[in-house]
């Protein structure tokens, strides 16, 4: 209850009761990683919630100096002694009860004013009692981080199925007031009828109006919509055989169908006894029996929207959780009291399989990795399927320019955790300080940091980020680095994102007239595709590849190749391409891309072992000569060979698609005209990311339509190099794309775009639908990156991926670092930090690799 002493800052103008839709920052504070499990705690504000420390940064008491919010609540946790006097009791038969925070720490509360130093303060204060009980009840940062991959309730058969019962249960509650009513109406009709003595002969002693009601036969109770889904009536769940399945002897992974009753094995280890039931039947809902226990939300299975199985042997297709499928199982017969949840939900199972991709943390003796802890050796946890993010963000601040850029104090804002300069802030100093890093009492590894806000952020109103599904590791970190790209950074310090950039020539030469075109590119990344060779394998079941060198994958992508273009000089139809590096970056980034074809719309990655000699990539033999005397140039463009018929001479749009990127799409067996729209649709950069808006969209109805492409469809057409360069010069520290983005989506407007920036616009809803083609000077004047020679690029980071496909199985980050006076590699496993156990193994499975320029 606290001391007793009452505050005469407690009043409603210092408090806020929290609702459903406020966030409250209870577990860590907004600009750094200190927690309740401090010493000192965390201050969390009464008015508008904000999580503070009271360590060396004081986070809670600038907090107050810039808000004026005296009232705060300290959390503190304190860790439980476990002592037992006795083994734990034998467990019969497999029960999930998961550990909850409650069964590993005391939480101890103190109500504290900042503006009278007053603490421990009375906590049973009518004001404030009902404000510290739902900030307690709120979920957790790390709890809403965990959005289920799968669509809670957008599955119509189950909301039709639960609309009926609803429907049922009304229907019922109104027939007995109506019931209640008549008798009571009854009643007082009888006992004035005996009062006066005046029934009426052969009377049944029932009023007409009750007889209306008990005579009349019942509607049909359901809606008509649901009427397909033939739900037998009363409790036919009573009776139903929930030990094994009906089929077979199967008692694991059990599914009972919701419309009749019975139980079927899954696909899963099974016979697929439910899903033969459900599609023969065409019973579409059944629920997974091991999920069913009291307070529990069981998983629910439509085979209707789905059903099918993937590669990871997990079922794919629509699920479903219901908070009123349990009354809907009860009031048709199933017991629930006695249930325990038995199996791993949907979400577990495939939180469980990506980790079974996992990298050993044993050496060659069988024992453990040796741990480490320190500066820039601090570990993120896992948040369900988060390693895609760990991975990236461990060998980012790795390098000195994001350190530089974002190991800074925290800035004092109103929202920090809305905030993505803060959030930056905060991740560089919990990665990079090492206060975190330390061994935890329960084990031998780090506990690890938990980047909830960060990720709230960065996938917040993205469609796969915002998920807890596994996501592409490479995708993350386009998105993160557009998303740092509408930063104002300091003159000083710019975009640390430039140390990725570079510039690509592209070498056009008309095999009939024999004239020349060079286009130059600006690049952040390198995609590289690796070459796929099967050998033979003694185990049946595996599939095992050639090893290739990452510089035959080098020497494929700059080789030249035929091309099918016709030259706008001399009409002929036959190009030889050729791609080569225009400038060198300071971090190259290469992303190797192992997929092959496995369907007419299925794609799989393959771990091929791609072998970097060395840890060295030597590039000379990579840069473009440029343009030689004596070459005749080519001054327009040349036309895909079989043009479309040409557009009115009213100048309507078009879109010419990345050759280089066109090829390789339709080299991977896509339709030409989807292949375009995935170009058109992820700003014409690479085939990857058009592969990947494909199959997101291969389900669209419009798929296979036209491209259709509105008046200002192409940024050459809006975006003029003297608005973006006028911009740049306002001194303002504007990211060039940044720059680039406003201006398209104000038509060209430069007033407009400068309004724009200057009141904080992000541009996130703008894509750019083409890429920026440089106009350079001879000697390569504004490009990014240097032409200098020696270019020597030694490998510093990788993240690697095991796994059938970038959007399944586990990511991890090996980084060199100097340990006890030499270089090593360190694995970076979610929040395990450790010696790499055998480096040219981890190579091998490779993803994204970072070469820093030596």
């Not at 139903?240 to 079927?264: P, R, Y």
């Not at 394998?537 to 091309?563: F, G, M, R």
Request: proline residues 7%; contains cysteine; aromatic residues 6%.
């Amino acid at each position: 209850m606290g001391s007793g002493r009452v505050c005469p800052h407690v009043e409603e103008g210092n408090l806020k009761t929290p609702t459903p839709v406020d966030l409250i920052y209870r577990e860590d504070c907004t600009q750094c990683f200190d927690s309740i499990d401090e010493s000192a705690g965390l201050d969390v504000c009464l008015k508008c919630f904000n999580g503070g420390c009271n360590g060396i940064y004081k986070h809670a008491q600038a907090h107050y100096t810039s808000s004026g919010h005296p009232l705060v609540l300290n959390i503190r946790h304190v860790r439980k002694q476990v002592v037992r006097d006795e083994p734990p009791p034998k467990m019969f038969k497999l029960q999930i009860d998961a550990e909850t925070d409650a069964d590993r720490y005391d939480t101890f509360l103190t109500l504290n004013c900042r503006a009278c130093n007053e603490t421990d303060l009375d906590k049973s204060n009518a004001l404030v009692e009902p404000v510290i009980k739902e900030i307690m009840k709120a979920a957790t940062w790390a709890e809403k981080a965990a959005i289920p991959p799968w669509k809670p309730s957008e599955c119509e058969h189950i909301t039709m199925l639960i609309s009926a019962y609803e429907h049922d249960e009304k229907k019922k509650k109104e027939e007995e007031e109506e019931k209640k009513k008549n008798k009571e109406a009854f009643e007082m009709n009888q006992a004035v009828r005996t009062d006066n003595d005046a029934e009426a002969p052969g009377d049944s002693g029932v009023p007409d109006q009750e007889r209306m009601v008990i005579d009349t036969p019942k509607e049909n109770s359901a809606p008509e919509r649901a009427a397909f889904l033939r739900v037998k009536e009363g409790k036919f769940l009573e009776s139903a055989n929930l030990t094994n399945c009906s089929q077979c002897e199967m008692t694991e992974n059990l599914w009972l169908c919701l419309t009749c009753g019975n139980v079927g094995c899954g696909q899963r280890n099974g016979n697929s006894h439910g899903k033969a039931h459900a599609q023969g039947e065409e019973h579409h809902l059944s629920v997974k029996l091991g999920s069913l226990a009291p307070g529990e939300t069981p998983d629910v299975w439509c085979y209707a929207c789905g059903g099918i199985e993937t590669s990871t042997g997990l079922p794919y297709g629509e699920s479903a959780k219901h908070p009123k499928l349990i009354p809907f199982l009860e009031h048709h017969g199933l017991d629930m009291t006695e249930r325990k949840k038995t199996e791993k939900s949907l979400e577990e199972e495939q939180i469980e399989a990506n980790r079974n991709w996992n990298f050993s943390m044993k050496n060659e003796d069988g024992e453990e990795a040796t741990p480490l802890f320190g500066p820039g050796l601090t570990g993120l946890n896992n948040m369900g399927n988060t390693c895609y993010l760990a991975s990236i963000l461990q060998c980012l601040f790795d390098i000195p320019a994001f350190q530089k850029r974002f190991n800074l104090p925290a800035a004092q804002v109103q929202k920090p955790a809305e905030d993505l300069e803060t959030q930056l802030r905060k991740m560089a100093d919990g990665l990079l300080s090492g206060r975190y890093s330390k061994p935890e009492p329960s084990g031998i590894y780090q506990k690890g940091l938990t980047p909830a806000m960060f990720k709230h952020l960065i996938g917040r109103d993205h469609p796969e980020f915002s998920t807890a599904g596994q996501q592409d590791a490479y995708e993350l970190m386009q998105h993160l680095l557009e998303k740092i790209a509408t930063l104002q950074h300091p003159s000083e310090l710019g975009n640390p994102a430039q140390v990725f950039r570079f510039a690509m020539e592209q070498r056009l030469q008309c095999r009939g007239c024999n004239k020349v075109r060079y286009t130059t590119e600006i690049h952040e990344s390198l995609l590289v595709n690796v070459p796929v060779e099967r050998i033979p394998s003694e185990d049946p079941k595996k599939q095992n590849y050639k090893p290739v060198s990452l510089k035959q994958c080098l020497d494929i992508l700059t080789a030249p190749e035929e091309v099918q273009l016709t030259c706008s000089s001399c009409g002929s139809d036959g190009f030889t391409k050729r791609q080569q590096f225009k400038t060198f970056p300071e971090v190259l980034v290469v992303v190797a891309r192992k997929i092959i074809q496995a369907g007419p719309t299925e794609f799989v990655k393959v771990d091929v072992p791609v072998i970097i000699d060395g840890d060295v990539l030597a590039l000379d033999e990579y840069l473009s000569a440029g343009q030689q005397p004596g070459e005749d140039p080519l001054l327009d463009a040349p036309a895909p060979k079989a043009p479309a018929p040409k557009a009115p001479a009213s100048k309507a749009p078009t879109f010419e698609p990345n050759a280089a990127a066109l090829n390789d799409l339709l080299g991977m067996g896509f339709v030409e005209g989807r292949a375009v729209k995935g170009l058109f649709h992820t700003g014409n950069s690479d085939s990857v990311s058009a592969m990947n808006w494909v199959l997101d969209h291969a389900e669209d109805p419009d798929i296979d339509d036209p491209l259709v492409l509105s008046p200002a469809s192409n940024e050459d057409d809006v975006v003029k190099e003297e608005d973006v360069q006028m911009l740049q010069g306002t001194g303002m520290g504007w990211d060039e794309m940044l720059i680039r983005k406003a201006i398209f989506k104000h038509g060209g407007d430069t007033e407009a775009a400068a309004n724009g920036l200057f009141e904080g616009n992000t541009y996130d809803d703008v894509k750019l639908p083409a890429p920026k083609t440089i106009k350079t000077s001879p000697n390569g004047e504004n490009l990014p990156g240097s032409s200098e020679r020696p270019a020597k690029f030694e490998l510093q980071s990788i993240a690697c991926h095991k796994g059938s496909s970038i959007h399944v199985g586990h990511y991890v980050a090996f980084i060199r670092k100097e340990i006890d006076g030499k270089t090593q590699w360190v694995l970076f496993n979610d929040e395990k930090v450790a010696l790499a156990v055998d480096a040219d193994e981890m190579k091998k499975s490779a993803y994204v690799y970072f070469f820093k320029r030596v």
